[in-house]
C-alpha cells in the first residue's frame, strides 16, 4: 500500500533549528514536495525534491533519499510565523500525491 | 482574479441537501483537484481532472461528483450530503506535462457543515 509518515507534532525554540522527517512508501516515485499551511489557510507549496541530497531556499531546506524513502524538511533561524503544519507529499508513478496528515510546529518565545 | 477561488468561503447543510462547491483558477492550468482535509488525516483526493473534457475518480469520490466542461471552472457537487462529508474542502490546480514539478496550487477552501 500507499503511506506516508510524519511526526504529528514538534515543538521548537525561536532562533533555533528544527528539522522534520518525513517516510514514504508509493506505487513508483517520481518526486517529493513539502507544503506549509497556516491555521485555517491553504497548503502553500515550499520545496519540490526528486534527486537525492539536499536542496536550500534561504531558511528553508528540504533532504530527500530515494533509495530510503526518507525526506526532511530543515527549518533555520526560526521565527514565530513558522509556527504552522508542514504537510509531507510524494508524487507516485501516476503523478498523483499521496499526502502525509502534516506536522504540527510549534514555535515557541 | 488572481489564483484560485473557491465559493462558498462555509456553508451549514441540512443532511439530505444537494451542494455544489465552485472552484474557477485563471493559470490557465490543465490539471485540477478537489480534496478534503479532515484533522488527522491529511489531505485526501476525491476527484481530479487533467485536462478540460475528462475526469477521474480518487481515494474518496464516493458520493461527490465534479464536471470539467472548461479550463476555468471545476465544480464538486454533493448530491446528498451526509453528516460524514463535514470537512473542509480545497480545490487545487497545476500546470502538469509542462517540464517541470506538477506543483499544485491551493484555494482558500471552503469549510463544510453537514448536520
Known amino acids: 500500500g500507499q503511506n506516508i509518515d510524519q511526526p504529528t507534532e514538534m515543538t521548537a525554540t525561536e532562533g533555533a533549528i528544527v528539522q522534520i522527517n518525513c517516510t514514504y512508501q508509493?506505487?513508483?516515485?517520481?518526486?517529493l514536495f513539502w507544503y506549509q499551511q497556516h491555521a485555517g489557510e491553504a497548503p502553500t507549496f515550499l520545496s519540490y525534491n526528486v534527486l537525492d541530497g539536499l536542496e536550500e531556499k534561504g531558511r528553508f531546506s528540504s533532504f530527500l533519499s530515494r533509495s530510503k524513502g526518507y525526506s526532511y524538511l530543515l527549518l533555520k533561524e526560526l521565527q514565530m510565523k513558522d509556527s504552522a503544519s508542514y504537510l509531507c507529499?510524494?508524487?507516485?508513478?501516476?503523478?498523483?500525491?499521496?499526502w502525509g496528515a502534516g506536522t504540527k510546529l510549534i514555535i515557541k518565545p | 482574479i488572481a489564483g484560485i477561488t473557491q465559493a462558498p468561503t462555509s456553508q451549514i447543510l441540512a443532511a439530505g441537501r444537494r451542494m455544489t462547491l465552485r472552484c474557477t483558477q485563471d493559470m490557465r492550468h490543465n490539471a485540477m483537484y478537489w480534496y478534503r482535509q479532515d484533522l488527522g488525516l491529511g489531505l485526501r483526493l476525491i476527484h481530479y481532472?487533467?485536462?478540460?473534457?475528462?475526469?477521474g475518480k480518487g481515494e474518496v469520490p464516493d458520493g461527490y461528483s465534479v464536471s470539467r466542461a472548461n479550463t476555468d471552472d471545476f465544480p464538486l457537487t454533493l448530491a446528498s450530503a451526509v453528516p460524514s462529508q463535514t470537512s473542509v474542502y480545497f480545490c487545487a490546480s497545476s500546470d502538469s506535462g509542462a517540464g517541470g514539478p506538477d506543483t499544485q496550487y491551493f484555494g482558500p477552501g471552503t469549510r463544510l457543515t453537514v448536520l
Open positions: 507529499a510524494a508524487e507516485d508513478s501516476n503523478y498523483q500525491l499521496i
Open positions: 481532472s487533467n485536462t478540460a473534457g475528462t475526469t
Open positions: 508509493t506505487s513508483g516515485f517520481n518526486g
